[in-house]
């Protein structure tokens, strides 16, 4: 641990398991835990007019009668949105306490901050960003830590039986049907219904509509609560923003509501480019990709969990966008310490119709990941993003097996990596 320290913030949407990392990470690492949080009421009114690091300290002491202990214990501040005076002296506790170990979480940062006009202090905080579980987070709590160790170690030229692999994708399909949100891999880690966990999701859209009175101002509540209720039926679609869903709102409108549940980590939009090297710059003019927060509520609000019983390809169900969406959100939760930025590739319209699925930057190259099944011919967009950019990884996620390949199309040669869904979250380990 370092012994000079700022405070670390997460990012995170609600629900997304913030709050029990950090009490687990509690447990297994220090002798004592100090939890506020300022979504109640009781913590609110303690803490609201502090303003000075003595002066928490003390209240921490005469109030919670707890004592900070450098090293022994961990100060977490949930909901830290909610007290914009513990926002400003997060600066402090990095100043004049880097000894303590802080760490402090908010669902709605970066919304809030804006609306109320706040900056958090650069270069005295760390952020790291949590998203839905991961698969391999998934079989690790599902009891498949044999399987995940697995996967983890593999090696490109190692064979994996054929049935490890049918096995693997048996539970990859399992996870995009139950989606990464904790609560709900807990349900179906425990044998719960499917009508269990679709209310759950249910509830979980309904918090997040609820909380759209702290997301935006009253002028956008209705456009902001519109997206929230129809952007899982275009997960994985471009979307042009006037009269998105069928409304008969205007793109300004529908903009700004994208912008709250984008800071608010719920939607994720997904620029295009046509970068041939780096960096990669996106184009603001072409429309966007949207990935919602999670698979579990694209499958609930299109109501197509049936579809999943005897499904043997993931890229032919709803047209392949749930594989897209599933794909993505594991591509954004590579990198826990920044945004993920993540693109889709899409040729110049004057120079032809490519377009590769996500393409971002990883280990100096330009790395394209489509999302598709069936004979390497299909991969026409892919041949063309590796034609165009010199220093390239061209990677197919698909349900066969690990395979690197030469492909000749149309008299050329394209060096192509082949990977099964349950690789996804080594795509950057085989770059």
Same mark, same amino acid.
């Given at each position: 641990?370092?012994?000079?320290?700022?405070?670390?913030?997460?990012?995170?949407?609600?629900?997304?398991?913030?709050?029990?990392?950090?009490?687990?990470?509690?447990?297994?690492?220090?002798?004592?835990?100090?939890?506020?949080?300022?979504?109640?009421?009781?913590?609110?009114?303690?803490?609201?007019?502090?303003?000075?690091?003595?002066?928490?300290?003390?209240?921490?002491?005469?109030?919670?009668?707890?004592?900070?202990?450098?090293?022994?214990?961990?100060?977490?501040?949930?909901?830290?949105?909610?007290?914009?005076?513990?926002?400003?002296?997060?600066?402090?506790?990095?100043?004049?306490?880097?000894?303590?170990?802080?760490?402090?979480?908010? +669902? /709605? =940062?970066?919304?809030?901050? $804006?609306?109320?006009?706040?900056?958090?202090?650069?270069?005295?905080?760390? %952020? @790291?960003?949590?998203?839905?579980?991961?698969?391999?987070?998934?079989?690790?709590?599902?009891?498949?830590?044999?399987?995940?160790?697995?996967?983890?170690?593999?090696?490109?030229?190692?064979?994996?039986?054929?049935?490890?692999?049918?096995?693997?994708?048996?539970?990859?399909?399992?996870?995009?049907?139950?989606?990464?949100?904790?609560?709900?891999?807990?349900?179906?880690?425990?044998?719960?219904?499917?009508?269990?966990?679709?209310?759950?999701?249910? +509830? /979980? =859209?309904?918090?997040?509509? $609820?909380?759209?009175?702290?997301?935006?101002?009253?002028?956008?509540?209705? %456009? @902001?609560?519109?997206?929230?209720?129809?952007?899982?039926?275009?997960?994985?679609?471009?979307?042009?923003?006037?009269?998105?869903?069928?409304?008969?709102?205007?793109?300004?409108?529908?903009?700004?509501?994208?912008?709250?549940?984008?800071?608010?980590?719920?939607?994720?939009?997904?620029?295009?480019?046509?970068?041939?090297?780096?960096?990669?710059?996106?184009?603001?003019?072409?429309?966007?990709?949207?990935?919602?927060?999670?698979?579990?509520?694209?499958?609930?609000?299109?109501?197509?969990?049936?579809?999943?019983?005897?499904?043997?390809?993931?890229?032919?169900?709803?047209?392949?966008?749930?594989?897209?969406?599933?794909?993505?959100?594991?591509?954004?939760?590579?990198?826990?310490?920044?945004?993920?930025?993540?693109?889709?590739?899409?040729?110049?319209?004057?120079?032809?119709?490519?377009?590769?699925?996500?393409?971002?930057?990883?280990?100096?190259?330009?790395?394209?990941?489509?999302?598709?099944?069936?004979?390497?011919?299909?991969?026409?967009?892919?041949?063309?993003?590796?034609?165009?950019?010199?220093?390239?990884?061209?990677?197919?996620?698909?349900?066969?097996?690990?395979?690197?390949?030469?492909?000749?199309?149309?008299?050329?040669?394209?060096?192509?990596?082949?990977?099964?869904?349950?690789?996804?979250?080594?795509?950057?380990?085989?770059?």
């Amino acid at each position: 641990m370092k012994n000079a320290r700022k405070p670390l913030v997460l990012r995170g949407a609600r629900q997304v398991g913030k709050t029990s990392a950090v009490k687990l990470f509690a447990e297994q690492n220090f002798k004592d835990f100090i939890y506020i949080n300022m979504e109640r009421g009781e913590d609110r009114e303690i803490f609201s007019k502090v303003s000075s690091i003595s002066d928490f300290e003390k209240t921490v002491e005469l109030v919670l009668k707890k004592k900070i202990v450098a090293g022994d214990t961990l100060l977490f501040i949930d909901e830290i949105q909610n007290a914009p005076n513990l926002i400003e002296l997060l600066r402090f506790f990095y100043e004049e306490r880097s000894d303590w170990h802080v760490v402090a979480a908010g +669902s /709605l =940062l970066e919304v809030m901050l $804006e609306k109320l006009g706040l900056t958090m202090p650069v270069g005295r905080i760390e %952020y @790291v960003y949590m998203h839905p579980l991961t698969f391999f987070e998934f079989l690790e709590v599902t009891g498949e830590e044999a399987l995940v160790d697995f996967l983890r170690k593999l090696k490109l030229d190692e064979m994996i039986p054929e049935s490890v692999h049918l096995r693997a994708m048996k539970l990859f399909y399992d996870y995009t049907l139950i989606g990464g949100m904790p609560e709900a891999v807990a349900m179906f880690a425990n044998k719960n219904s499917q009508e269990e966990i679709n209310s759950l999701y249910s +509830s /979980l =859209l309904t918090a997040y509509t $609820e909380d759209i009175y702290k997301y935006a101002s009253s002028a956008d509540v209705k %456009y @902001v609560q519109y997206v929230i209720e129809r952007a899982p039926y275009f997960a994985g679609e471009r979307v042009i923003y006037e009269k998105f869903g069928t409304s008969q709102y205007r793109s300004r409108e529908m903009s700004r509501a994208f912008d709250v549940l984008e800071k608010a980590m719920i939607v994720n939009r997904v620029a295009a480019t046509n970068s041939i090297e780096l960096p990669i710059m996106t184009q603001g003019k072409r429309a966007k990709k949207i990935l919602f927060l999670d698979s579990g509520f694209v499958n609930y609000k299109n109501n197509i969990q049936t579809e999943f019983l005897g499904l043997h390809d993931l890229s032919s169900l709803y047209r392949g966008r749930i594989a897209e969406q599933i794909v993505g959100q594991n591509l954004l939760a590579m990198n826990i310490h920044s945004e993920q930025s993540l693109s889709y590739w899409a040729k110049d319209r004057q120079d032809g119709s490519a377009e590769v699925d996500f393409c971002f930057a990883a280990k100096g190259k330009i790395v394209g990941v489509e999302v598709k099944s069936g004979h390497s011919a299909r991969l026409k967009s892919l041949f063309s993003f590796s034609e165009n950019i010199k220093n390239n990884k061209s990677i197919r996620i698909y349900d066969g097996p690990v395979n690197q390949e030469q492909i000749v199309y149309a008299g050329k040669k394209y060096n192509i990596l082949s990977l099964p869904f349950y690789l996804v979250n080594r795509v950057v380990d085989f770059c």
